[in-house]
């Protein structure tokens, strides 16, 4: 499986021939219902014998041939009823090559050949989910685990010592009340164990974000044990027990969590960038911050694509087509999809990324917007205030 060091050297991978000489190849097997649909196998092969045969007309890209030929052969080694998908990045001219394996759940079979590498569909499955754990909390037991690409793999867990029954059990009454204290105390000490335990990990950065699986009645007295900066992480909580989690279950939670942050996200976005505040709207405001480092959040429409130009010498993205760059003057290149640079720029900067779908709202606004940690025209601005 991809890890996010994988992705983040994907991102980092430097081009800078002006050949387009790195290749992103995804296959997505099949679905059995697609009958009608060309075996996938085969719809790799013919889009790499396209990619040969353009190479071959238009003279460029020789660069690119050799691995065309290495992902042609692997083409045929794959079939439409695999289990996974497939993701290969490969740039021969600087000897690079990695293969990995993806859940199956791609926009489809697709190749590209340019100048970096093709990471949108890695950033629609990973974009969105930085290490993440699912703490899974009763009040006898804890249980941790890693939430990655939809798979969950358990880490450590605790339970909590079984409280010891005394002779009175039984008898109800006044031994019965304090038993029943002594269990109290207990299940508050087990919850503020787990939360200590919590607190640890987020302090060594084991994980970004957490989603919590706990019943209501013991979330009330659980949730006031969590310290402020694991609440800050924390996605949501949902009635879940402790013994009994599926991949299934965790994705689904996974997903319907981004759901709702999106959908929050896409709200607070557009009312900040309303009242001029840390929201920003369209591609030209969008790229001015990402240059000023203050985006937090990026969302993207899921369908967004825009003709940008790149600097040749200081890398300065700029929405207006101009040939020679405003920020140092050199010549400038242009860009098909202006998100090709700027999904590196999020994965190398772990900006949270979010693509947006079918929101009319978001549509109108040139669907693509960002929250900012700060800004910095109105931090000056303030202290130009204050000091006039
Ligand atoms: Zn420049």
Known sequence: MITREDIRELAQFQFNEQEACALSFYFQPGRPQNKSHREESILAKDLVRNALREVEKNGKNGCARADLDRILDLAGSLHGNQARAKAVF?????????????????????????????????????????????????????????????????????????????????????????????????????????????????????????????????????????????????????????????NDQAARILHESLDQRRHALVREVLSQAKSNNRGVTGLRRVLRSLELGEVQSLLIGDNYRAHAVECTACGHLDAHMVRHCPACGRSTRELEDVCDAILPIAIHRNIELFYVKDDPEFDQVGNIAALLRFRTDQSKGSRITAAS
């Open 90 to 246: 490969a740039s021969g001219r600087q000897n690079f090559w990695r293969e990995f394996d993806l859940p199956p759940q791609l926009p489809g079979t697709q190749l590209f050949v340019n100048r970096r590498f093709h990471l949108k569909p890695l950033a629609v499955l990973l974009g969105a989910q930085p290490h993440l754990w699912v703490a899974l909390v009763d009040r006898h037991k804890a249980r941790f685990f890693d939430l990655r690409l939809d798979e969950l793999t358990e880490r450590e867990g605790f339970f909590r010592p079984l409280p010891h029954r005394g002779r009175s059990d039984g008898f109800g009454g006044y031994d019965g009340g304090h038993s029943q204290r002594s269990v109290n105390d207990e299940v508050l000490h087990h919850f503020k164990n787990v939360a200590e335990h919590l607190r640890e990990a987020q302090e060594k950065g084991i994980f970004e974000k957490l989603i919590i699986g706990c019943h209501d009645s013991s979330w009330h007295d659980f949730e006031p044990h969590l310290h402020p900066y694991v609440k800050k992480r924390l996605l949501g909580h949902f009635p879940a027990d402790v013994g009994n989690m599926t």
